[in-house]
C-alpha cells in the first residue's frame, strides 16, 4: 500500500514539474483525482461483491456441512444395524419325534444338536441342508428319507386300483377308435 502512495505522489510530482501553466496544472490534477476516485470506486465495488460473493459460499458450504452431518449419521446408524454383532439368532423349530414348535435362541452355528423341551429328545440340526440333493448322489439322510417314504406302503397302490385304472385306459382307448 505504501508503495501504490509512493507512485502516486511521484506522478504528481512530475505534472508539476512538466506543466508550466498553472491553469493547465490545476485542471490536470482535478482529472487526476476524478480518475484515481473512479478507480477506488471501482475497486470497493468488486472488494464489497467478492466479500458477498465468499458470505455466500461460507452459508452454502455450512449448509452443506450440515447436510453431510445429518447423512453421514445416517450411514453410521445403517452401518451400525448391519454390522452390529449380535450373540444369538432366534430360530423357530419343529420337534420330528413330537411336532412341538420352540423358538430357540442360538448363540452360534457351530451347535449340532438342541434338546426338544417338550419330548427332550435330542434333535439334529443341519445348517448347510440344500433342497437339491445332487451333489451326495442319494447318500443322505434327506435323500433316504425320500427312498423310505416312497416305499413304505401308504404310497402304493392296492391291487384292486391298479386294475380298474388298467381298465380305465381301455376304456378311454376303445372311445378314440
Request: charged content about 40%.
Amino acid at each position: 500500500m505504501s508503495d501504490i502512495k509512493g507512485k502516486y505522489k511521484k506522478i504528481l510530482d512530475d505534472l508539476e514539474n512538466n506543466i508550466k501553466n498553472p491553469e493547465d496544472l490545476i485542471y490536470t490534477k482535478e482529472k487526476f483525482m476524478e480518475l484515481t476516485l473512479i478507480f477506488m470506486d471501482i475497486i470497493d465495488r468488486l472488494t464489497a461483491l467478492t466479500d458477498a460473493r465468499i458470505k455466500e459460499i461460507e452459508e452454502r458450504q455450512e449448509e452443506i456441512n450440515s447436510r453431510i452431518s445429518s447423512v453421514q449419521s445416517m450411514v453410521d446408524e445403517i452401518e451400525g444395524d448391519i454390522y452390529e454383532e449380535d450373540d444369538g439368532y432366534e430360530f423357530e423349530i419343529v420337534c420330528p419325534y413330537c411336532n412341538y414348535e420352540f423358538t430357540t435362541d442360538m448363540a452360534d452355528e457351530e451347535r449340532d444338536e438342541i434338546k426338544c423341551p417338550n419330548c427332550n429328545n435330542i434333535i439334529e440340526l443341519d445348517w448347510n441342508q440344500e433342497d437339491d440333493c445332487s451333489a451326495c448322489a442319494g447318500n443322505c439322510s434327506h435323500c433316504y428319507e425320500d427312498e423310505v417314504a416312497e416305499e413304505s406302503s401308504e404310497y402304493k397302490t392296492s391291487g384292486k386300483e391298479e386294475k380298474q385304472e388298467k381298465q380305465d385306459e381301455n376304456n378311454e382307448d376303445d372311445e378314440d377308435m
